[in-house]
Nanobody, 126 residues
């Protein structure tokens, strides 16, 4: 069983930055496709970013392109989400997810991910 723990959320002013971290247990982290999702109250879970097992391939939701960067450090069993130029609409609980499927198969579909973190709250103020 893989466990994921997010951290780094908080309150930030619009235009500011935050860096989220997701620490994974186990020794198979480097083989997983990793992704970030987010969910606001009353809304469905939304895809944010994905990264393949080597960290060489990434993709982003249109809403965050150019502002967010996903990365991973397999030696530390950690995936990151650097969030810049934050907007009010970025306010949500952010979840880290891992999939045994490859990058293309997992894609942006939440149901394709096998493991989820507990979430970390990001609140962007005006």
């Amino acid at each position: 069983q893989v466990q994921l723990v997010e951290s780094g959320g908080g309150l930030v002013q619009g235009g500011g930055s935050l860096r989220l971290s997701c620490a994974a247990s186990g020794r198979s982290f480097s083989s997983y496709t990793m992704a970030w999702f987010r969910q606001s109250p009353g809304k469905e879970r939304e895809f944010v970013a994905i990264i393949n097992w080597t960290g060489r391939i990434t993709s982003y939701a249109d809403s965050v392109k150019g502002r967010f960067t996903i990365s991973r450090d397999n030696a530390k069993n950690t995936v990151y989400l650097q969030m810049n130029s934050l907007k009010l609409d970025d306010t949500a609980v952010y979840y880290c997810a891992a999939s045994r499927l490859g990058y293309t198969s997992a894609a942006s579909e939440a149901l394709k991910y096998d493991y989820w973190g507990q979430g970390t709250q990001v609140t962007v103020s005006s």
